[in-house]
């Protein structure tokens, strides 16, 4: 079965560089959400669009913005980069509605020297 | 404020036992919770699901029960095999804001 795939996988950058990240949904998903993990940490939250609208918002900087195209496909495009930026990031599709389970793509690892 | 905990950091179990991974949360909005799965260099791999309405459900090795009332899940895998050795993410959304909130993960190591 098709799953959801994000690219680059790695990433590496430099400081006040900017960087697109781009994940493809799962066919017939609607809902993407973008999910950053920091090293030790649990994934957190950033920012999730349904039907190319932006849905809800988590702890997503200002620097950053995403956006969610025709295609279904999505891009978390980051600016200004930091060194505390650096992690791993991971997209989620759905389908829409209640109780629909996220599914992942391996993620993003982007490192900032 | 971690609103899904999963208090213990790694668990043990030889192969063919039962496995218990245990999660709480705090927040009385949240009425979804899953398990993941993630392994190295990979993203969290969907496991079983259950909603509030239900206090179990079951899916070949794996069950999960939900006790809303003390705020607490469990993921009950039987029996363990080595290939289960991976860490183990609980997670829960709310109807309300369909974000996943994760706990903190338990690595489960399955010896032969």
């Known amino acids: 079965a098709a799953g959801v795939i994000q690219s680059p996988r790695h990433l590496i950058k430099e400081k006040r560089e900017t960087a697109t990240l781009k994940c493809y949904p799962i066919p017939r998903h609607d809902t993407v959400y973008w999910y950053q993990q920091g090293p030790g940490q649990d994934p957190q939250f950033l920012i999730s669009f349904y039907e190319k609208m932006q849905s809800d918002k988590g702890s997503i900087p200002d620097r950053f913005s995403a956006q969610q195209f025709s295609d279904y496909h999505s891009e978390l495009n980051m600016s200004s980069l930091e060194l505390g930026d650096s992690a791993l990031y991971f997209c989620a599709s759905s389908l829409s509605g209640s109780n629909q389970p996220q599914h992942f793509g391996d993620g993003t690892r982007l490192s900032i020297l | ?112």
Request: hydrophobic share 35%.
């Open chain 2, 1 to 112: 404020d971690q609103q899904v905990k999963q208090n213990s950091p790694s668990l043990s179990v030889q192969e063919g036992r039962i496995s218990i991974l245990n999660c709480d949360y705090t927040n009385s909005m949240f009425d979804y919770f899953l398990w993941y799965k993630k392994y190295p260099a990979e993203g969290p791999t969907f496991l079983i699901s259950i909603s509030s309405i239900k206090d179990k459900n079951e899916d070949g090795r794996f069950t999960v029960f939900l006790n809303k009332s003390a705020k607490h899940l469990s993921l009950h895998i039987v029996p363990s095999q080595p290939g289960d050795s991976a860490v183990y993410f609980c997670a829960a959304s709310a109807t309300s804001f369909q974000k996943l909130v994760f706990g903190t993960g338990t690595r489960l190591l399955v010896s032969p």
